[in-house]
């Protein structure tokens, strides 16, 4: 598995996910539990691994997600 993304922003987080959810590509978030170790600050930054063959597509799905944010 390779990252794609880690974040604090949970609104991208929860997007990005629902856009991998939509394709054939495998895919796991990590680290979301450890806001309660940490006392639910947010520092912490959650990371979306995905499969390495489907990389190229996550990544891609990610660039349009990007460029729709500054557009």
Request: proline share 3%; aromatic share 6%.
């Amino acid at each position: 598995m390779k990252e794609l993304i880690r974040t604090n922003d949970p609104v991208l987080l929860s997007y990005l996910e629902h856009m991998l959810g939509q394709t054939d590509i495998g895919f796991v978030v990590l680290d979301l539990y450890t806001s309660s170790v940490e006392g639910s600050l947010g520092m912490l930054p959650r990371r979306i691994m995905v499969v390495e063959e489907g990389f190229n597509d996550a990544r891609q799905i990610l660039d349009d997600l990007q460029q729709d944010e500054i557009s």
